[in-house]
């Protein structure tokens, strides 16, 4: 493909500035060839104006140019001084001509610059600017839409211009639209100005927003409907922090009122010396017995005077110095009105007012008093009981011991606390220990049951032990509780009880076959003296017979005796004689 041809594009002015001046000088040479030398001078106003209008100082010497050709072609084709005269005036008329249309273009030319610039920074503020700017005619038509309009609403301006369907997809519910073209056609229509008038718009990407509206009409432009300039700020970050700001102050305005807490507001007088009550709720009212009307506008120290001993003066003056909040102990308060504990809470709001709130605590402390009484009272007796006490949880670590506990396992309470109860089991019983213990954590309770407890050095205690399981609300075991007997030195004496028990049925025993062998040989030795003595021999034998089974007799009566005593014994303090099982047996079914 050959190369395309160059076209060129001639301005209108150019082209009949030149068709103009060609135009003249072809006249002009045309007139002075058949005589003529007046008239077509004028026509030479044309191209001179046309020149210096629009390209002022070049077509000013344009035109002098002009002017000269005009003044040589006269000469040339006339040669008459008279004329050549005229045709000089003539071209500084033009030449004067060419100067004024210059100098009044260039002023023109230099307006309408200004005019472009202020026009065009105009066009930049609107452009630019951070509110939301359009205008608009009496048919809604949209003429003028700027970049903030843009961003806000989420239409370019190639959607928006010389249209009016924005409104109905900026306002979807016809009931809302309606409202708002009502409103403004009423403020057009009276002819004011509408300001601060905030409607709710829906951007193309579907959020909400509110706009507060200025709208106000533009000059009239002969033969252009009427427009209107609307100015659009976005507010409805402000409009929502409004709404959070009322709600906020509505649930301050509620928590004020409904809490069961007395608060009151105080602001500061004499710089923090005395402070002033500003406000105080019902609750307050309820429990000082002081209605509102008495308590606004008057001073602390007037209300309660006892708040400078009681303290809560300084801290009052401390939180407005420093700003920061104190939360006191309970403290006492005491006048001639009223009196009992109090639990504060001081802050500082951002209005530089004060906030105490306080509870009346009188009856808590009382309680907690009568409570660490009672603990004190119990941990008194636990501490001085004197049989073992200890606690442990449920992992089985010692929590808790007393001093008897102390002296039975040969340990001090800081030696064992947090320590399992493995420490304390025999070895060869660890086991079964342990696996009761492992029970009572589940809620079994044990009643004197026995269990060996191995002292720090190494002897070896029985103990009775009987325990309870402590539970938590939810019905959890928390902990358990055990009380101990020590039954060791009672072991002891039984067993030497039974040892020397056995020994006297033992005796005992040997006495009863002692008897029967002595009266065997006596029987014997009767027999022989009948038979073998004189009666005064036998007599005298027979009474000395008669008394040793006498002596018998009496040994036998103390040997049941004696045995009634052992069974006495084994009834009423559960003693076992070895070998007297059977006996007791057959005295029962013989009786």
């Not at 920074?121 to 700017?133: D, L, M, P, Y």
């Not at 003028?144 to 109905?168: F, H």
């Amino acid at each position: 493909m050959g190369k395309s041809q160059p076209r060129f594009n001639l301005p209108l002015p150019f082209i009949l500035l030149l068709a103009s001046s060609l135009g003249c000088i072809g006249i002009t040479i045309g007139f002075l060839e058949i005589g003529y030398t007046i008239i077509f001078q004028n026509l030479y106003y044309i191209p001179i104006v046309l020149a210096c209008f629009f390209y002022l100082r070049k077509g000013f010497l344009f035109s002098c140019i002009l002017s000269l050709i005009y003044f040589s072609l006269m000469i040339i084709y006339t040669r008459d001084m008279n004329i050549a005269l005229e045709a000089g005036i003539r071209v500084i008329i033009f030449v004067g001509v060419a100067g004024v249309v210059t100098y009044l273009s260039e002023v023109i030319r230099k307006s309408q610059d200004n005019l472009n610039r202020v026009s065009s920074f105009q066009e930049k503020i609107i452009e630019n600017a951070s509110v939301w700017v359009m205008a608009v005619d009496i048919n809604g038509i949209v003429h003028l839409w700027n970049t903030a309009a843009e961003l806000i609403s989420g239409y370019q301006k190639e959607e928006v211009l010389g249209e009016k369907t924005i409104w109905k997809s900026m306002h979807p519910d016809p009931k809302t639209g309606e409202m708002i073209m009502h409103t403004i056609l009423n403020a057009i229509s009276s002819g004011t100005e509408l300001k601060s008038f905030e409607t709710p718009i829906q951007a193309k990407n579907g959020d909400k927003r509110i706009i507060s509206w200025n709208i106000k009409e533009l000059p009239e432009i002969k033969d252009e409907d009427k427009k209107y300039l609307a100015i659009g700020i976005d507010i409805t970050e402000k409009v929502e922090s409004r709404r959070e700001l009322k709600k906020s102050r509505e649930r301050w305005a509620e928590i004020f009122s409904k809490s069961l807490n007395p608060i009151a507001l105080y602001q500061a007088v004499d710089d923090g010396a005395d402070f002033v009550f500003t406000d105080i709720n019902p609750a307050l009212e309820r429990v000082e017995k002081l209605p509102k009307e008495e308590v606004v506008g008057r001073k602390i120290t007037e209300i309660f005077p006892g708040a400078r001993e009681v303290g809560l003066l300084d801290i009052l003056k401390r939180v407005y110095k420093t700003g920061n909040p104190e939360h006191p102990e309970p403290s006492f308060y005491k006048d001639d009105r009223i009196e009992g504990w109090r639990n504060n809470m001081i802050y500082q709001l951002s209005t530089g007012e004060l906030v105490a709130t306080y509870e009346d605590v009188t009856d808590r402390v009382r309680a907690e008093a009568l409570i660490k009484e009672q603990h004190d009272y119990l941990e008194s007796l636990i501490s001085i009981a004197n049989v073992p006490i200890l606690t442990w949880n449920t992992a089985l670590e010692v929590t808790r011991i007393n001093h008897a506990c102390e002296a039975l396992i040969g340990r001090p309470y800081e030696e064992v606390l947090g320590k399992t109860l493995m420490t304390f089991a025999p070895a060869d019983h660890a086991d079964r220990i342990m696996e009761l213990l492992q029970s009572t954590v589940t809620g079994k309770r044990l009643e004197n049951v026995e269990m060996d407890v191995a002292k720090k050095d190494g002897t070896i205690r029985s103990v009775l032990w009987s325990t309870a399981t402590l539970f938590s609300r939810d019905e959890k075991p928390v902990a358990v509780i055990a009380q101990g007997r020590d039954i060791t030195e009672e072991k002891r004496l039984s067993q030497e009880n039974e040892a020397a028990l056995a020994q006297i049925q033992k005796n005992m025993a040997q006495l009863a076959i002692l008897n029967d062998e002595m009266r065997n040989p006596l029987t014997i030795i009767m027999g022989h003296v009948e038979m073998n003595m004189d009666e005064e021999q036998t007599q005298f034998i027979f009474e000395q017979i008669q008394r040793i089974d006498d002596i018998v007799t009496n040994l036998d009566i103390r040997w049941m005796k004696s045995e009634k005593v052992l069974n006495a014994m084994r009834k009423y303090y559960h003693l076992q004689v070895p070998g007297t099982e059977m006996r007791e047996e057959t005295s029962m079914k013989t009786g």
